[in-house]
């Protein structure tokens, strides 16, 4: 029989207690994002990136003010936002070795090199004459030491952060 007191007791008062209607929520909504619209935000910029050592990205950033609604004004968040993407729009002179080009060029001339001392190895006065192992020999050493130098340049690339398909 208690039990069945208690449990009417909590059904009855629950609805109650819990209870808000949508105004309510509708309001307390409406403060918590004007709360939100009052706190500064940080913009972040491509020159911010470069020297947090992250990649930098050629996209704009653009913030549109939004009038409010009492009073048909525009924040003044809006203004700081425009003027910063506005000096985010001014050139930025950028690092040579972050470019895909500067990577690839330095590969394609190793490569080359690679390429000439492999087809020399592989020519015919160079297979046919026992006599110029001398020769071979120091064309051999000058492979072994150009194959090195383009894995040197490789894992220089690595350790800056280079996407591998640059290195490729």
Not at 112 to 133: K, N, V, W, Y
Request: charged share 30%; proline share 6%; net charge negative.
């Amino acid at each position: 029989m208690h039990r069945l007191i208690v449990m009417l007791i909590v059904t009855v008062l629950t609805p109650s207690v819990f209870a808000q209607s949508l105004a309510d929520v509708a309001k307390k909504e409406k403060e918590r994002r004007a709360e939100l619209a009052k706190a500064p935000s940080q913009t972040i910029t491509d020159v911010e990136l470069r020297r947090a050592g992250g990649p930098a990205t050629s996209s704009t950033v653009s913030t549109e003010a939004e009038p409010d609604s009492e009073n048909g004004t525009s924040d003044d968040a809006s203004s700081e936002a425009s003027a910063s993407a506005e000096s985010a729009a001014v050139p930025v002179e950028q690092d040579p070795t972050e470019t895909r080009e500067y990577w690839q060029d330095r590969l394609r001339t190793v490569d080359q090199r690679i390429a000439s001392l492999e087809g020399e190895l592989q020519s015919p006065e160079m297979t046919a004459d026992p006599r110029g192992a001398a020769r071979r020999q120091r064309l051999e050493s000058q492979l072994t030491a150009a194959r090195s130098q383009r894995q040197g340049i490789v894992d220089e690339g690595r350790r800056a952060g280079v996407p591998p398909g640059w290195l490729r």
